[in-house]
């Protein structure tokens, strides 16, 4: 077993260009995000495509070099920070700094009161 900067790879695993093996479970979904350095130099627009507590793999829409540190925004989480541990083109692969819940990021995004529900939807009232 062979570890590339906190991931786990086969000794025999094949080079199929997706990047290492992980070890944990993994959502499949699509999450617009915009990456950025830590020092909040913009790298462009991301799409997460898979998700799981320790990372996640993203199509973007120029190329991000493996090595650098991260930071980007995930719906239902918030701020995110992680280490680019491998790039292929426009897909990268990035390893968070602290573990998250990929649960959050799926929960349906609501305000609280009233004002979550559209007008149009909302019981009207009778005025006399």
Known sequence: MVTVQGVFMDDHQEDTGRGP???????SLFLLT??????????????VRNLSATGLMADCERVVPAGIQVRFDLRGI????????????????IA????IDPQMARRPVSGV????VPNY????RLVR
């Open 78 to 93: 918030g701020q995110v920070n992680g280490s680019v541990v491998w790039s292929r083109e426009d897909r990268i692969g």
């Open 96 to 99: 968070f700094d602290v573990a």
């Open 21 to 27: 093996a992980r070890s944990g479970p993994r959502d």
């Open 34 to 47: 915009n990456l950025s350095l830590t020092d909040g130099t913009p790298l462009g627009r991301a799409r």
């Open 121 to 124: 939807l909302q019981p009207s």
């Open 113 to 116: 009161g009233r004002g979550a």
